[in-house]
């Protein structure tokens, strides 16, 4: 039956996924998008999910982040529920820079000065301070998934779900968001979960990838990423891993067409 | 990107663009990666926007005048039943130098302003309910709909009917002719909301009426000013209708002044009163409801695209 597992607060599992289904749809018209899938990401843990486009990923995302509910399964995520980040930086346009990073602050009832004091702490730890009075259309595209950034770490949770979040952002950009966010996820131990189809991503930021197949999504194989940090997305681990990932998924996916391009 | 030099000689340049590369060069080390652009910082000055906006309605209604003054002058009808643009004007002139004419103004604008307040309560309320709860929407949606094209002259006997000729009936009308657009428009603009902003506000912990107040109203204010602006104009409307049919002994009014000039055939006075109605729907209609459309829209950034 599906609900919601019940993660020990302290424990050593941050994301709990027990045999989870996701049918869309009902009748002839029903797609399954997820097929009996079961992992764990340790607290700490930055986890990668990679595969083609229709292997369900968005779909589990939105079942972790309890934006929807699974069809079959249960699902369990450490206290304080989770932060999410899309490949849309969904910025209020209505707001500035530093009151949209204050805006689950404010929906938390954070006192003022608490507020204004964390606000510019998340604006300098993603290099956004000299820009908290600007209106997010008055940015780059890499500034605002920063800000993006900054404000789904303003959420509190110790769990970030992150959905393709850099795809579509230019190579040069990506890198430089890829160093923050290891920089980042260092300096404050969270736990992520990556959505991403480019596979050499996975294997830049990752500490596990996971490879899906699609239609229905389903858990095929998994790898343990041993690269220490920094790394950078052109060296050789990275690439000769990418490369066995990549030969992995080529061979699960149905059709041969739309395989992930590696960039 | 200004060239540095500029930071030297900022006496070369006019002193907003001298501001504005300072800013820039101070932001300049972020701005390397980013590729950042400030156009929204140079802009012209305030009278000269406001010429370029207002002068071809400026023409416009010149051409008119023209045109109006060469209907008279050949002689199609005579003057006492169309009088010429200038005497119409002169007449405007001088009703203004009455206190009766702005006794009327107030009286007239109050119960505009008052109708039109609570029609965008009711509106609101009866919007998002609707937005809220779908079987609402389902029962009284197409209804609602329904009442938005029906003239609200139609209403007057029936609130005479049960409010006597008074200040109250007028309201009513007034409420009931702008509160479906105001509900109407919201459903609309809540409709359009990009979806991801909604996501995005529920996964930052907004939920229930929160989320409404925080995300969805301001992300669906930009389409719901299509909604406010047609609500004023249908209270305007209902309210000059109702001004002519009901009129109250003591209560002077723009309608009654209108109504007035027909019974006495004193076609001037039927001029400068349209006239007078026309020019106050629109100014409320370019500086109550322009002026803040353009804010917001210069604020989100959507006003390039309007432009281009």
């Given at each position: 039956?599906?609900?919601?597992?019940?993660?020990?607060?302290?424990?050593?599992?941050?994301?709990?996924?027990?045999?989870?289904?996701?049918?869309?749809?009902?009748?002839?018209?029903?797609?399954?998008?997820?097929?009996?899938?079961?992992?764990?990401?340790?607290?700490?843990?930055?986890?990668?999910?990679?595969?083609?486009?229709?292997?369900?990923?968005?779909?589990?995302?939105?079942?972790?982040?309890?934006?929807?509910?699974?069809?079959?399964?249960?699902?369990?995520?450490?206290?304080?529920?989770?932060?999410?980040?899309?490949?849309?930086?969904?910025?209020?346009?209505?707001?500035?820079?530093?009151?949209?990073?204050?805006?689950?602050?404010?929906?938390?009832?954070?006192?003022?000065?608490?507020?204004?004091?964390?606000?510019?702490?998340?604006?300098?730890?993603?290099?956004?301070?000299?820009?908290?009075?600007?209106?997010?259309?008055?940015?780059?595209?890499?500034?605002?998934?920063?800000?993006?950034?900054?404000?789904?770490?303003?959420?509190?949770?110790?769990?970030?779900?992150?959905?393709?979040?850099?795809?579509?952002?230019?190579?040069?950009?990506?890198?430089?968001?890829?160093?923050?966010?290891?920089?980042?996820?260092?300096?404050?131990?969270?736990?992520?979960?990556?959505?991403?189809?480019?596979?050499?991503?996975?294997?830049?930021?990752?500490?596990?990838?996971?490879?899906?197949?699609?239609?229905?999504?389903?858990?095929?194989?998994?790898?343990?990423?041993?690269?220490?940090?920094?790394?950078?997305?052109?060296?050789?681990?990275?690439?000769?891993?990418?490369?066995?990932?990549?030969?992995?998924?080529?061979?699960?996916?149905?059709?041969?067409?739309?395989?992930?391009?590696v960039s | 990107m200004p060239p540095r030099q500029s930071l030297l000689f900022p006496d070369r340049r006019s002193s907003d663009e001298a501001t504005t590369s300072v800013a820039r060069a101070a932001a300049a080390p972020e701005l390397a990666d980013a590729g950042f652009v400030a156009d929204?910082?140079?802009?012209?000055?305030?009278?000269?926007?406001?010429?370029?906006?207002?002068?071809?309605?400026?023409?416009?209604?010149?051409?008119?005048?023209?045109?109006?003054?060469?209907?008279?002058?050949?002689?199609?009808?005579?003057?006492?039943?169309?009088?010429?643009?200038?005497?119409?004007?002169?007449?405007?002139?001088?009703?203004?130098?009455?206190?009766?004419?702005?006794?009327?103004?107030?009286?007239?604008?109050?119960?505009?302003?008052?109708?039109?307040?609570?029609?965008?309560?009711?509106?609101?309320?009866?919007?998002?309910?609707?937005?809220?709860?779908?079987?609402?929407?389902?029962?009284?949606?197409?209804?609602?709909?329904?009442?938005?094209?029906?003239?609200?002259?139609?209403?007057?006997?029936?609130?005479?009917?049960?409010?006597?000729?008074?200040?109250?009936?007028?309201?009513?009308?007034?409420?009931?002719?702008?509160?479906?657009?105001?509900?109407?428009?919201?459903?609309?603009?809540?409709?359009?909301?990009?979806?991801?902003?909604?996501?995005?506000?529920?996964?930052?912990?907004?939920?229930?009426?929160?989320?409404?107040?925080?995300?969805?109203?301001?992300?669906?204010?930009?389409?719901?000013?299509?909604?406010?602006?047609?609500?004023?104009?249908?209270?305007?409307?209902?309210?000059?209708?109702?001004?002519?049919?009901?009129?109250?002994?003591?209560?002077?009014?723009?309608?009654?002044?209108?109504?007035?000039?027909?019974?006495?055939?004193?076609?001037?006075?039927?001029?400068?009163?349209?006239?007078?109605?026309?020019?106050?729907?629109?100014?409320?209609?370019?500086?109550?409801?322009?002026?803040?459309?353009?804010?917001?829209?210069?604020?989100?950034?959507?006003?390039?695209?309007?432009?281009?």
């Amino acid at each position: 039956m599906s609900g919601r597992l019940v993660v020990e607060e302290a424990g050593p599992v941050a994301i709990a996924v027990h045999d989870v289904s996701k049918v869309h749809g009902h009748g002839s018209s029903a797609v399954q998008a997820l097929d009996s899938i079961r992992f764990d990401v340790r607290r700490g843990e930055f986890a990668c999910i990679v595969g083609a486009s229709g292997c369900g990923k968005s779909s589990l995302l939105h079942l972790i982040a309890g934006l929807d509910q699974p069809t079959s399964g249960q699902i369990g995520v450490t206290g304080g529920g989770t932060s999410m980040m899309f490949q849309d930086p969904a910025l209020f346009p209505w707001l500035s820079v530093e009151q949209n990073v204050a805006f689950p602050l404010e929906v938390r009832g954070v006192p003022k000065a608490e507020r204004a004091a964390k606000v510019a702490e998340l604006l300098e730890l993603v290099h956004l301070a000299a820009f908290s009075r600007r209106q997010p259309h008055e940015l780059s595209g890499g500034m605002r998934q920063r800000v993006a950034l900054a404000r789904a770490l303003a959420n509190a949770s110790h769990v970030l779900l992150m959905d393709e979040p850099f795809a579509a952002l230019d190579a040069m950009m990506r890198d430089k968001l890829h160093d923050d966010l290891e920089r980042i996820v260092e300096a404050t131990g969270l736990t992520v979960l990556f959505v991403t189809h480019n596979v050499r991503e996975a294997v830049r930021l990752g500490d596990r990838v996971l490879l899906f197949s699609s239609r229905p999504g389903r858990l095929v194989a998994e790898w343990p990423v041993a690269i220490p940090h920094p790394r950078r997305i052109e060296s050789r681990e990275v690439t000769d891993l990418a490369a066995v990932i990549t030969e992995r998924l080529r061979s699960c996916a149905h059709a041969p067409a739309p395989v992930a391009a590696v960039s | 990107m200004p060239p540095r030099q500029s930071l030297l000689f900022p006496d070369r340049r006019s002193s907003d663009e001298a501001t504005t590369s300072v800013a820039r060069a101070a932001a300049a080390p972020e701005l390397a990666d980013a590729g950042f652009v400030a156009d929204s910082a140079r802009r012209r000055p305030l009278w000269r926007r406001l010429f370029a906006r207002l002068a071809p309605g400026l023409g416009g209604i010149a051409l008119l005048y023209a045109i109006w003054a060469a209907v008279v002058a050949s002689g199609w009808r005579p003057e006492w039943v169309l009088p010429a643009p200038k005497a119409v004007l002169h007449r405007i002139w001088i009703e203004l130098a009455y206190v009766d004419t702005w006794i009327a103004l107030r009286i007239t604008l109050q119960r505009a302003l008052l109708g039109y307040a609570i029609a965008l309560a009711i509106g609101l309320f009866v919007g998002l309910a609707m937005v809220r709860l779908r079987w609402l929407r389902g029962a009284f949606g197409g209804f609602t709909t329904g009442l938005q094209t029906l003239p609200s002259i139609v209403w007057f006997p029936f609130a005479i009917l049960m409010f006597q000729l008074g200040e109250a009936a007028i309201l009513f009308v007034v409420v009931l002719g702008a509160a479906p657009s105001i509900a109407n428009g919201l459903l609309d603009a809540v409709d359009q909301i990009p979806p991801q902003l909604v996501k995005a506000g529920r996964s930052l912990g907004a939920r229930g009426f929160t989320l409404y107040r925080r995300v969805v109203i301001p992300a669906a204010l930009p389409g719901f000013v299509n909604g406010l602006k047609q609500g004023w104009a249908f209270s305007w409307r209902s309210l000059m209708a109702g001004e002519l049919i009901v009129i109250i002994g003591d209560r002077p009014s723009i309608g009654t002044r209108l109504a007035a000039s027909r019974d006495l055939a004193d076609a001037e006075g039927l001029m400068a009163w349209m006239i007078v109605i026309l020019a106050i729907g629109l100014l409320i209609h370019l500086f109550g409801f322009g002026l803040a459309e353009q804010r917001m829209m210069g604020k989100r950034g959507l006003l390039g695209a309007q432009r281009s």
